[in-house]
């Protein structure tokens, strides 16, 4: 086991992350950087005898006012998640790096299937613990609930014809009604982020500063994000972000207008972003989170019903695993946690 500590390791461990199965952006350098500004990344190594990388875990390090540091691995670990050796190796390199942050907690959010019992089995040994109640969208960090589209091997009509029918009527419908899908630069970003905000207002979420965005754009543009815009009549109307790395493309933020939605302009630009993911031979092209509550009532139904269109398929992950290396302290910082989100979802209401 070992660290990313120079820019020799951090350009193999670049190569590892790329050609690996379990690739994901979240645990990408590009993607630390986009987050330097709140947390301090540190990458742990396993090897084999011969010090080949065989594994690998980028960890996130945030101080927490009162509590001290926490420790945060978004989608790791990139490995054989059944070797439970390697998973030993990153989980020694996790404890080396909580005495010399003084962490209070690691806490893991892997892509690992809730019923991968043999992977449950390996980290309960190793000292793990693992929250799998979480249901809807705040009760986690990432979305424990995704649809993913397998792309792997497929032509763009094999996919088309998967699509539920009334979904591939929406695409025609854009496409006949005018509706034009552009690539855009940074400046562009202007465009989306006034939208976005039009849709948080609509749909009730906190939106992130463009500066956000931007940073976004510096760090991985055009290799690993894009910006697609879709345009009536030469004006915006919506626009969405996705992520390429790897062998997997993710459909990470989406914009619409509250005008010409008639025109179906998301379905188009969903299509769009699958196309482009099965001209990169990609292996799967993920919609992200949905809320795991499945009922009409639910205010996410609709989102889960849009997805759901695209033929992709209802995907449950393990939830957080996690290792408490100071307990009191850090259930006390849960409680405060809990309490912060549940201020924060009641002050967005009383602006409404």
């Not at 996410?300 to 939830?319: S, W």
Request: net charge positive.
């Amino acid at each position: 086991m070992r660290f990313v500590t120079d820019e020799d390791s951090k350009k193999e461990y670049k190569k590892f992350l790329e050609g690996h199965e379990r690739c994901n952006f979240q645990q990408s350098l590009e993607w630390a950087k986009v987050k330097e500004d709140n947390w301090k990344p540190e990458v742990i190594l396993a090897e084999d005898k011969d010090k080949n990388i065989i594994g690998s875990l980028c960890v996130w390090i945030r101080k927490m006012p009162i509590f001290g540091n926490i420790m945060y691995a978004s989608r790791g670990p990139v490995c054989d998640i059944h070797d439970e050796e390697v998973t030993k190796q990153l989980t020694d390199g996790a404890s080396e790096l909580a005495k010399k942050y003084n962490a209070i907690v690691l806490r893991i959010e892997p892509d690992i299937l809730k019923e991968d019992t043999e992977f449950r089995e390996i980290v309960t040994k190793l000292g793990y613990k693992i929250k799998d109640d979480a249901k809807d969208f705040k009760d986690e960090i990432q979305p424990r609930f995704v649809f993913r589209l397998d792309i792997k091997d497929k032509t763009e009509d094999e996919i088309f014809a998967g699509f539920h029918q009334k979904t591939r009527y929406n695409v025609r419908l854009a496409k006949r009604k005018g509706v034009e899908i552009k690539e855009g630069t940074k400046e562009d970003l202007k465009d989306f982020h006034n939208i976005m905000i039009e849709t948080g207002k609509r749909d009730g979420f906190i939106i992130r500063p463009l500066s956000y965005f931007e940073k976004m754009y510096d760090n991985l543009a055009p290799e690993h994000m894009k910006v697609l815009m879709a345009y009536y009549e030469g004006e915006p109307i919506s626009g969405v972000i996705p992520i390429f790395y790897g062998n997997k493309t993710w459909y990470l933020y989406g914009a619409s207008s509250n005008k010409h939605r008639n025109l179906m302009p998301n379905y188009l630009l969903q299509w769009e972003m699958i196309k482009m993911a099965i001209e990169r031979k990609d292996d799967i092209y993920d919609f992200r989170g949905v809320s795991g509550v499945v009922d009409k009532d639910h205010p996410q139904y609709g989102l889960y019903r849009f997805k759901k269109g695209f033929g992709a398929t209802f995907t449950e992950f393990i939830g957080e695993i996690y290792i408490p290396f100071k307990p009191l302290k850090y259930k006390l910082y849960k409680f405060s946690e809990k309490a912060f989100r549940t201020l924060r979802q009641f002050k967005s209401k009383l602006k409404k």
